[in-house]
Every structure is written in C-alpha cells, then in structure tokens.
C-alpha cells in the first residue's frame, strides 16, 4: 500500500502535537481517476485519515525497451554463425577446400578487411595528433629507371 502524510506547522489544541493528515492510497481499476479521497476517521481535530481508491496508486508495467535490441541482436548473431560454419562445412565438402579458402565469400571478407584498414589510415593521417599520423620510411617507393622514363617520353613524341 502507498501512504502518504502531511504535516502541518501549527500545534493542535494540545500543543503536543502537529495537525496531521494521512492519506492511503488504494488500488481500484473499477472506479474513475476523477474519484475522490473519503474521510476514514478524525482524532481530536488534529489528525485526519483519508482512503483513495484510484486505479493512479495501481503498479505499472514497466517495458523494457532493450529487450527487442537484444532480439535484434540475437538474430543477427544466430544468423551469422549459421552463415559461418554453414559456409565452411559446405565449402570443406563440395570443394575440398582448405585453409583460408574454406570461409565462405573469403576473397569478399580480405578485400573488406583491406578496405576498413585503408579508410582508417585515410581517417587517422587527417588526424592532427602527430601519434595518429602515418610513418613514412625513407626508400619505400622506387622510382622507374632512367632508361624506361625516357623511352617513354621518346614513344610519345615520335607518334606525333
């Protein structure tokens, strides 16, 4: 049950004690919210004891909200993992497939891990903390030979 009680700042006729009122709330889905509070019983002028039946004092459900995310999310994970082991058992028995080569779409899933890595580089070089920044050795492009650069730019100007 719900009690509510209010106290009052002025002493009753006794000077012992406060004017008090209780309030009990009830549950009652059967009457209206517009019901009012009834007066139970009163002590000396001082004390007063309501009772309110309203369907407002009734507990509430609360929904968990994250329950259908979880679901979401349990689904999908269901999902892959059949996806997964379904597409190695399949790959290991139609094409006698081995290593790497047994995960389904594996040529898909490098060039996409490939891809993630890339976009982060590109991501984090725009970064201005020096720590997040690529390091460039020295000598990790080579440059063409002397010979084949010319013989290009000559190939070029002989068509015209």
Same mark, same amino acid.
Not at 28 to 41: A, E, H, R, S, Y
Not at 43 to 53: G, K, L, M, P, V
Not at 131 to 148: I, S, V
């Given at each position: ?76 994970? #269901?999902? +892959? *993992?059949?996806?997964? !082991? ?5 790959? %290991?028995?139609?094409? &006698? ?24 580089? #590109?991501? +984090? *070089?725009?970064?201005? !903390? ?5 390091? %460039?050795?020295?000598? &990790? ?20």
């Amino acid at each position: 049950m719900l009690f509510l009680i209010y106290e009052g700042k002025e002493y009753c006729g006794t000077e012992q004690f406060y004017r008090t009122s209780l309030i009990r709330f009830i549950c009652d889905q059967t009457v209206d919210k517009t019901n009012p509070p009834k007066l139970i019983n009163v002590f000396n002028d001082c004390a007063f004891w309501f009772e309110w039946r309203t369907p407002n004092a009734c507990p509430i459900k609360i929904v968990n909200s994250q329950s259908a995310i979880s679901v979401f999310f349990t689904i999908l994970g #269901i999902a +892959l *993992a059949v996806y997964f !082991i379904g597409g190695v058992i399949y790959n %290991r028995i139609v094409y &006698n497939a081995s290593g790497v080569r047994q995960i389904p779409h594996w040529e898909f899933w490098r060039d996409a891990l490939d891809f993630i890595k890339d976009m982060s580089l #590109i991501i +984090l *070089a725009q970064c201005p !903390i020096p720590f997040f920044q690529p390091r %460039r050795r020295p000598g &990790n492009y080579r440059n063409l030979p002397r010979d084949e650069e010319h013989i290009l730019i000559d190939e070029q100007f002989e068509e015209h």
